[in-house]
T-cell receptor
């Protein structure tokens, strides 16, 4: 069984540009989460999908961030326009119906110059 | 608010035991987790403990939970160089589909 995959593994962009991160959770995992770790600090929750619906987006920093999960399978997280403080590692995780153990992807390291 | 605190760095000699400590604030947590991140890799679930348990042992890993003090620890027996990694403590927030609140991670360095 394939694990959680994220693409790209690294992205370097300039301030003001747009970047889209993708996450493919384990097949059948209805719950999908996005987290972010900035500059060696704690990993912070961004948002949570149940299938295609946003269940909790209380951790989204601002309206420059847009997450989608059309069809309830993979998810994208778009940052537009990117700012310097958006640099960090973005993790995606998934879990089965009802919650439970979250399985994490390898993360996407985003650097905004 | 929800907060998880960990010490940032721990250095141990190979073969010794490592103890990584964590404190949390949300008393409604249902599960508490330990994740491991090796260099260049994602987060790997190491172990977890249900909030009504005091202790859980899994091979070289022992998790102790003091719910009264909101203190969680991870003990690694016979620490090996392959245990060098960042260890994250996380609490699962009940009522939030187990949204995880993480600490900043403890970097464990194992030296000969």
């Amino acid at each position: 069984e394939a694990g959680v995959t994220q693409f790209p593994s690294h992205s370097v962009i300039e301030k003001g540009q747009t970047v889209t991160l993708r996450c493919d959770p384990i097949s059948g995992h209805d719950n999908l989460y996005w987290y972010r770790r900035v500059m060696g600090k704690e990993i912070k929750f961004l948002l949570h999908f149940v299938k295609e619906s946003k269940q909790d987006e209380s951790g989204m920093p601002n309206n420059r961030f847009l997450a989608e999960r059309t069809g309830g399978t993979y998810s994208t997280l778009k940052v537009q326009p990117a700012e310097l403080e958006d640099s960090g590692v973005y993790f995606c995780a998934g879990s089965g119906t009802g919650g439970g153990t979250q399985y994490f992807g390898p993360g996407t390291r985003l650097t905004v110059l | 608010g929800e907060d998880v605190e960990q010490s940032l760095f721990l250095s141990v000699r190979e073969g010794d035991s490592s103890v990584i400590n964590c404190t949390y604030t949300d008393s409604s947590s249902t599960y508490l987790y330990w994740y491991k991140q090796e260099p260049g890799a994602g987060l790997q679930l190491l172990t977890y403990i249900f909030s009504n348990m005091d202790m859980k042992q899994d091979q070289r890993l022992t998790v102790l939970l003091n719910k009264k003090d909101k203190h969680l620890s991870l003990r690694i027996a016979d620490t090996q160089t392959g245990d060098s990694a960042i260890y994250f403590c996380a609490e699962g927030i009940s009522g939030g589909y187990n949204k995880l609140i993480f600490g900043a991670g403890t970097r464990l360095a194992v030296h000969p």
